[in-house]
């Protein structure tokens, strides 16, 4: 059974950064996808980065593009993303997220598994 773990969120004022990280339980440390996704309220969901697990190749949303960055830890089976130059527009529910596959980009394709999510609040 796969289980999905987030923390990490939490508030902070504008131009500050967060890590948030993810533990996945039962999922394959080979020839997976580990993403990140936010969603705002009133917003739908989004993709904000992905990495495949063998060699590490990344994809990220235009949006966060230099700013974010996501990382794994195939040992600890984690992912992490950190979230620099925040923006209060940043402020959402950001998901970890997982999938079997070879194509990782969050943006363009549907991940199959989840966690609930931790809060990422930027005040300007």
């Known amino acids: 059974q796969v289980q999905l773990v987030e923390s990490g969120g939490g508030s902070v004022q504008a131009g500050g950064s967060l890590r948030l990280s993810c533990s996945a339980y039962?999922?394959?440390?080979?020839?997976?996808?580990m993403g990140w996704f936010r969603q705002a309220p009133g917003k739908e969901r989004e993709g904000v980065a992905g990495?495949?697990?063998?060699?590490?190749?990344?994809y990220y949303a235009d949006s966060v593009k230099g700013r974010f960055t996501i990382s794994q830890d195939t040992d600890k089976h984690a992912v992490y993303l950190q979230l620099n130059s925040l923006k209060p527009e940043d402020t959402a529910l950001y998901y970890c997220?997982?999938?079997?596959?070879?194509?990782?980009?969050?943006?363009?394709?549907?991940?199959?598994?989840w966690g609930q999510g931790t809060q990422v609040t930027v005040s300007s």
């Open positions: 990495i495949y697990s063998d060699g590490g190749l990344t």
């Open positions: 997220a997982a999938r079997y596959g070879t194509f990782c980009d969050p943006t363009r394709i549907a991940y199959t598994f």
């Open positions: 039962g999922v394959s440390t080979i020839n997976n996808c």
